[in-house]
């Protein structure tokens, strides 16, 4: 395997953070393993595998492909959901756990990274998240090394406006189209351990898949070799420096001295492995079964999203939303992030402002997002808003159908689209049309 997958298996499970359950279930009864079947195979009820590529995007991959067979037995047939939501919008979604106290650094991450785990993923999409399908925000299988991105990655990510930058470009996240797609969830979920071989039997005796999170050993990973399919313990290469995620899709115990587990995985040339209940054992950490969905929807509040020149409070400035309120519950639950009432923190940030364009002139903004504009509070006197703060408000609703245009009593603002506006030169204000004002 090569190295830059090696590096990227590695931030599978280092970067992002760890989210936690919003809500479980576990109703289910555990099979007894003498009433299961000594072979369950569930590959005929997988969608098509998929190849994640150069990028360490296979807690993405492992999610979207259990979500994409809950619906199947759920009766919505060949669906094909967007990876490259779930892993941008999980990263341009992410509040950093610990506040910063410089209003103009990054608390989120760039869409293009990797990291997490995909029992976390499957948390979130039972938090309010979503994906669409395919169709709606492609994948990209070499993100970073597209020739119009150069530029734009050799920024600090540091700053806030330089994620912004990089997240809010439309020919990446197009907010409008994407308020106009149809998305797909969880309602519950159970998690079980990892390494332990009679849960995960159980749960795909009772017919579901299990998202797996687990350590990757040496053996998988030698340079300059095809990955093996099938996955054993080799104690002279079972040193393990990364993770990965999979789903594990049935299991086969025919050969009492030899028994496995079918897994299906998102490299290509390995799609299909054979892991052994050993190895399992040895290197597996966590383990989720998705056990009901959500009906389809429609989230019409992305639309909100953008980069927006804003005139506010006799101000001008660039108004950054990122951020849907309460998102971040799952990784602040993680890491025991408490309000006032120590209750995990309802956060209500949408975004930041810079007054004049100035990337370093930052407030943070509270607020909220809905499908006929959004509400913004900004505190003057406190440019570092607490993420749970209450500001003075001021609704901007949007004028038309194209939602390019935002009015408020006192304030309007334009969603900028130009290359400019994502460009190291920046954007002029001067040269932002006029709008007509609601007073």
């Given at each position: 395997m090569r190295g830059l997958k090696r590096i990227l298996l590695v931030a599978c499970l280092v970067l992002g953070g760890y989210l936690v359950p919003a809500k479980a279930d576990h109703s289910e009864t555990v099979r007894l393993k003498a009433e299961r079947p000594a072979k369950i195979d569930l590959w005929k009820q997988q969608s098509p595998v998929k190849d994640q590529g150069d990028r360490g995007t296979c807690i993405a991959h492992s999610t979207v492909a259990a979500l994409e067979a809950a619906y199947m037995r759920a009766g919505h047939e060949g669906l094909d959901f967007s990876e490259e939501f779930a892993i941008f919008g999980t990263k341009m979604f992410w509040l950093e756990p610990t506040e910063t106290n410089r209003p103009y650094a990054a608390e989120n991450k760039p869409?293009?990274?990797?990291?997490?785990?995909?029992?976390?993923?499957?948390?979130?999409?039972?938090?309010?998240?979503?994906?669409?399908?395919?169709?709606?925000?492609?994948?990209?299988?070499?993100?970073p090394q597209e020739p119009d991105t150069m530029d734009e990655l050799s920024s600090s990510w540091a700053f806030q406006f330089e994620v912004d930058?990089?997240?809010?470009?439309?020919?990446?996240?197009?907010?409008?189209?994407?308020?106009?797609?149809?998305?797909?969830?969880?309602?519950?979920?159970?998690?079980?351990?990892?390494?332990?071989?009679?849960?995960?039997?159980?749960?795909?005796?009772?017919?579901?898949?299990?998202?797996?999170?687990?350590?990757?050993?040496?053996?998988?990973?030698?340079?300059?070799?095809?990955?093996?399919?099938?996955w054993v313990v080799n104690p002279k290469l079972s040193e393990c420096n990364s993770g990965h995620s999979v789903l594990i899709v049935g299991y086969d115990r025919t050969d009492p001295d030899n028994p496995v587990f079918l897994?299906?995985?998102?490299?290509?040339?390995?799609?299909?492995?054979?892991?052994?209940?050993?190895?399992?054992?040895?290197?597996?950490?966590?383990?989720?079964?998705?056990?009901?969905?959500?009906?389809?929807?429609?989230?019409?509040?992305?639309?909100?999203?953008?980069?927006?020149?804003?005139?506010?409070?006799?101000?001008?400035?660039?108004?950054?939303?990122?951020?849907?309120?309460g998102i971040a519950k799952t990784n602040f639950a993680r890491f025991g992030v408490l309000g006032s009432d120590g209750e995990t923190l309802s956060e209500r940030r949408i975004g930041t402002f810079f007054l004049n364009g100035d990337p370093m002139q930052a407030y943070r903004v509270n607020g909220s997002l809905a499908s006929d504009g959004v509400t913004v509070q900004i505190d003057w006197d406190n440019a570092n808003l607490p993420y749970d703060a209450v500001a003075k408000s001021t609704k901007l609703t949007f004028r038309n159908s194209t939602k390019a245009e935002l009015t408020g009593k006192g304030a309007r603002a334009v969603r900028l689209k130009s290359f400019d506006a994502f460009s190291n030169q920046g954007i002029a204000l001067a040269d932002i049309p006029e709008v007509e004002r609601m007073d």
């Open positions: 869409g293009f990274l990797s990291g997490g785990f995909g029992k976390g993923y499957v948390h979130q999409l039972a938090n309010g998240f979503g994906v669409p399908e395919e169709k709606a925000m492609p994948y990209r299988n070499r993100y930058r990089f997240n809010l470009n439309p020919r990446r996240f197009d907010a409008v189209a994407l308020s106009k797609a149809t998305y797909y969830g969880v309602q519950s979920y159970q998690d079980i351990s990892g390494r332990d071989t009679d849960q995960i039997e159980a749960a795909l005796a009772a017919g579901r898949e299990v998202v797996w999170d687990f350590l990757v050993p040496e053996s998988l990973t030698q340079p300059g070799k095809r990955c093996p399919t099938s897994i299906k995985n998102s490299w290509k040339g390995a799609e299909k492995i054979r892991a052994s209940y050993e190895f399992v054992r040895r290197f597996g950490k966590d383990g989720t079964v998705i056990t009901a969905v959500t009906a389809p929807r429609t989230w019409q509040e992305l639309a909100g999203l953008g980069r927006w020149y804003v005139e506010i409070d006799g101000r001008k400035g660039l108004l950054d939303i990122y951020h849907m309120p």
